[in-house]
């Protein structure tokens, strides 16, 4: 026998059999056993979550021979015929490829009939929002007043399409997304079927990329059963389902703190072999950056929204940076967003943007040699959690910066890494890194409101920069007087933002 796609050959045949979707199956089965039949139902919700299946089997529950009733037989030749898709009574129809209204007058035609056998004429409707307004028009009048013996099952993944004269005479079932622990229940029980032996991590990250879905997570299965055969483990999916992207951008972050021009590029290369918009490349790549500074940050891990198998690596890379490292390549590649966004030729937008980041690490390596010994140690991360703070603020700075972070991430990191003080109705952060001063400053329109909710009408937002000693600012000058440094800056934009005496 050729191989049947697991979701096709577990699609459920009962309603018990369905996952997830106990409000909706409980108000049906209890309306066919108290003879409340609707003539017009909808289904909606997100792809693969059961819309069609729950129709059809509430197509054979009303049509059974043995009913209507709270489950179908499956025995019977109308509930065969059913499964089959060869009823004469029972009709699906695809309005993705049926939006003319002369269809929908055909349809007219048809109700005006006696079901042929069955007890009702059924049409079910999938991706009802694709019909034409015509063709609602057309359905409105035959909804309103029901021929006998005919109902109509709608479903669609996009409710809002569907004018509101017909949601208002439709019995309406909002299918939920599946959980992700239903969805690891229902994989193992069907591995369990099919005599195949999987681990719980890797039905877990099936499960996860299902996103919800049971078909989705299904045909993932298919693909790693393909690569795996019986024996399905994690390490199997991790090749089957691709690198995911959380190691690609932990791979990049690694070689921008490298330093490794080549390799970055090498990596694009790739990253273009595979067909990726690099629009979105960079904007992913900035969520998870910024999900490394949260991390180092001491965030709460929550925030993230970030799987397990992800959180590792993110904790994982942000070991291999300090704050301040992961500040500066956050806030160049913050810096070019925008050019990245509005580039005619992204991909060499993205290439720059990379190298420019890349070139931290020399630019550290001039500062090592210009001070005469190993490169500095950058300042211990401090913990968001527990900002350092000096004189008695108004009310908890944390409630500022939480309320910060919440919209805006990064400049919400930002200022929990800086020092705060309160005086009067002035607000002062004290930065010891222009950067993040820089990117404060730039957000000011945005925080501004904020920092007037917390601290009243009145409050005014300082921002400084400090420089831990005056030596310090003594060897900048240096720095920025130097050769070498400016050529750097010459050629790539960057500054001297800080430079640390051993
Ligand atoms: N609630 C569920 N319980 C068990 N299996 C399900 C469920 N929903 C979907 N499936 C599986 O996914 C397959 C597809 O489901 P179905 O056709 O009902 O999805 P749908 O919601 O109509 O999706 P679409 O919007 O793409 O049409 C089924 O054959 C079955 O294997
Ligand atoms: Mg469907
Ligand atoms: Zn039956």
Known sequence: MSYQALARKYRPQSFADTIGQETAVRTLQ?????????????????????????????????NCVRGPAAEPCNECVICREITEGIDMDVREIDAATYTGVDNVRELRDVTQFQPARDRYRIFIIDEAHMLSVASW????????????????????????????????????????????EE???????????????????????????GEGSVRDALSLLDQVIAFSGRNVTAADVAIVLGL????????????????????????????????????????DLLGFTRNLLLVAGGANEAMLSASPEDLEVIRETSKQFSYSELLRIAN????????VNRAEHQRLAVEIALLKAATFPRLRAVEEALSGGAAPEAPKPKPAAAPPRSSKPATEPSSLIDKVTKARPLIGSY????????????????????????????????????????????AQLEIEVQQDQKAAKEQQSSLRDDPVVNAFRKHLGGEVVESRKR
């Open 183 to 209: 969805l690891i229940q229902r994989l193992g029980r069907i591995c369990e079927t099919e005599g195949i032996t999987a681990d719980r991590e890797a039905l877990e990250i099936v499960a996860r990329r």
């Open 415 to 458: 200022l929990a890494n800086a020092s705060m003080r309160s005086d009067g109705n002035k607000i002062t952060f004290t930065f010891t890194d222009s950067f993040a001063a820089d990117a404060v400053r730039d957000a000011r329109a945005a925080i501004e409101p904020i920092v007037r909710e917390v601290y009243g009408d009145a």
């Open 30 to 62: 209890n309306a066919i056993e108290d003879h409340r039949i609707h003539h017009a139902y909808l289904f909606s919700g997100v792809r693969g979550i059961g819309k069609t299946t729950i129709a059809r089997i509430l197509a054979k529950a009303l």
């Open 137 to 180: 028009n057309a359905l409105l009048k035959l909804i309103e007043e029901p021929p006998p013996h005919v109902v109509f099952m709608f479903a669609t993944t996009e409710m809002q399409k569907v004018p509101a004269t017909i949601l208002s005479r439709v019995q309406k079932h909002l299918l939920r997304k599946i959980t992700l």
């Open 332 to 339: 160049l590649l913050l810096r070019d967003d925008e050019t």
């Open 244 to 283: 995911s992207d959380t190691t690609f951008f932990a791979r990049l972050l690694a070689l921008i703190g490298e330093g490794d021009h080549a390799a970055i590029l090498e990596a694009l290369q790739e990253a273009a072999d595979s067909g990726r918009d690099f629009k979105m490349l960079f904007r």
